[in-house]
């Protein structure tokens, strides 16, 4: 994703300028490209641990760094970076541990070893250490135009791996650009992660959100379909990126909870309360969306 690479390289070469070659930096799952590993060598790091814990993504990752020249700076280590053991201590940790729903790869239990582990104390505090910033999931009430013809959906391979809970539908995987997602209100934040606070982080949140639908969007609201969730990542203070608002194709998707199998007519003007909870030591996360809606 285009806007994505260039936040988080604007960030690292923000964060790395004027160290004089003095870093040392971590890539916590470097994946098969080493993407974020080679940006921070070619900002200027000393040196770089590029973890990774798919066998054959490290591999790939080696070839990489290797045809990049950087086998120098950049040391990939396979492995689980909760396991593994660095040789020394980092001034800086990237990441990009984040789904279409922001905490649905596990993030904190990874980063909170991280900071205990492998990050130096440093004058600037932890959150100047860590990039990105903070992670959001976005969510807001839609219309899915293709809700009445769902026995097509897994045919259109639109079915998320999401596994749901008895007697509720499964999630649907949308793709970032689709034009099938009608938003009857305001999006609303439904969790955030801020990777340099991992102590302030709890293993449940409990949110109640109330979206107010307006009255021209009546016509719409008659075809109450669910709660779409889609990722909005603070790189740093200068650079974001939301899954909604940005103009080309990310491989980030939509996350949409059906409430119903088949849509449900909603008053419009009026409002729609969300009681929402997400259990970070389930695994995978849960997320439970419940709501009733006014006719």
């Known amino acids: 994703d285009e806007p994505r690479t260039k936040?988080?390289?604007?960030?690292?070469?923000?964060?790395?300028?004027?160290?004089?070659?003095?870093?040392?930096?971590?890539?916590i799952g470097t994946g098969s490209l080493a993407l974020l590993a080679i940006m921070?060598?070619?900002?200027?790091?000393k040196k770089v641990y590029a973890i990774e814990k798919n066998p054959e993504a490290a591999k790939k990752a080696k070839e990489t760094v290797t045809k990049e020249g950087l086998d120098g700076k950049?040391?990939?280590?396979?492995?689980?970076?909760?396991?593994?053991?660095?040789?020394?201590k980092v001034d800086l940790i990237v990441s990009e541990l984040i789904?279409?729903?922001a905490t649905q790869e596990g993030v904190e239990p990874i980063i909170k070893d991280a900071e205990k582990r492998f990050l130096r104390e440093s004058e600037g505090g932890t959150c100047a250490q860590m990039i990105p910033a903070r992670v959001e999931t976005r969510i807001a009430p839609v219309k899915y135009t293709?809700?009445?013809?769902?026995?097509?959906?897994?045919?259109?391979?639109?079915?998320?791996?999401?596994?749901?809970?008895?007697?509720?539908?499964?999630?649907l995987r949308l793709r970032s650009k689709t034009r099938d997602l009608v938003f009857l209100s305001e999006p609303q934040t439904l969790e955030e992660f801020a990777f340099c606070n991992t102590a302030g982080f709890s293993s449940r949140s409990?949110?109640?959100?109330?979206?107010?639908?307006?009255?021209?969007?009546?016509?719409?609201?008659?075809?109450?379909?669910?709660?779409?969730?889609?990722?909005?990542?603070?790189?740093?203070?200068?650079n974001v990126v939301d899954v909604k608002t940005q103009k080309v194709?990310?491989?980030?998707?939509?996350?949409?909870?059906?409430?119903a199998d088949k849509?449900?007519?909603?008053?419009?003007?009026?409002?729609l309360e969300l009681k929402a909870s997400v259990e970070y030591d389930a695994k995978p996360v849960r997320y439970t969306l419940e709501t009733e809606v006014p006719v």
């Open 40 to 45: 921070a060598a070619k900002a200027g790091a």
């Open 263 to 271: 849509p449900v007519a909603m008053k419009a003007p009026g409002s």
């Open 146 to 171: 293709e809700h009445r013809i769902m026995q097509f959906a897994s045919k259109r391979g639109v079915m998320s791996r999401g596994k749901p809970a008895p007697d509720t539908l499964r999630p």
């Open 74 to 88: 950049i040391q990939v280590i396979e492995g689980d970076s909760t396991q593994v053991e660095l040789p020394e």
């Open 7 to 27: 936040a988080y390289e604007a960030a690292i070469n923000k964060r790395l300028q004027g160290t004089q070659g003095s870093s040392v930096v971590v890539d």
């Open 206 to 238: 409990d949110r109640t959100l109330k979206f107010e639908v307006p009255a021209k969007k009546a016509d719409d609201a008659k075809d109450f379909s669910g709660f779409a969730m889609w990722t909005r990542l603070v790189v740093d203070e200068d």
């Open 99 to 101: 789904g279409s729903i």
């Open 249 to 259: 194709t990310s491989h980030w998707a939509y996350v949409l909870a059906l409430m």
